[in-house]
């Protein structure tokens, strides 16, 4: 499956993005898709994913209460809303998509991810 991730920019802190994550080439219903953040010089972490055919997403927890994920599998896509921004929210977010619904431990892990899409910037200011 091929993602193209969109929606970042610059926000003031306490604001609000909403990314999505668009995919075509197979079933998207059929895939669990995964959202991860890279900020400059820090390593790539998890924030949320969301399983194929339903099921409680998992979210990190720096960001519960804050973000929430959805998707519409009509559309092929996975939106990401994120509310309450706060600068260490700046980031490269890619969202990323497995076939399947694979454990809780393993969505963490960007290993379990075998489809990426090009990051957006977001960037929060304070």
């Known amino acids: 499956v091929q993602l193209q991730a969109s929606g970042g920019g610059l926000v003031q802190a306490g604001g609000s993005l909403r990314l999505s994550c668009a995919a075509s080439?197979?079933?998207?219903?059929?895939?669990?898709v995964g959202w991860f953040r890279q900020a400059p010089g820090k390593e790539r972490e998890f924030v949320v994913a969301?399983?194929?055919?339903?099921?409680?997403?998992s979210y990190a927890n720096s960001v519960k209460g804050r973000f929430s994920v959805s998707r519409d599998n009509a559309k092929n896509t996975v939106y990401l809303q994120m509310n309450s921004l706060k600068p260490e929210d700046t980031a490269v977010y890619h969202c990323?998509?497995?076939?399947?619904?694979?454990?809780?431990?393993?969505?963490?892990?960007?290993?379990?991810?075998?489809?990426w899409g090009q990051g957006t910037q977001v960037t929060v200011s304070s």
């Open positions: 990323a998509a497995v076939p399947g619904s694979p454990i809780t431990s393993m969505l963490w892990s960007s290993e379990t991810y075998d489809s």
């Open positions: 080439g197979r079933t998207f219903s059929g895939y669990t």
């Open positions: 969301i399983r194929a055919r339903g099921g409680s997403p």
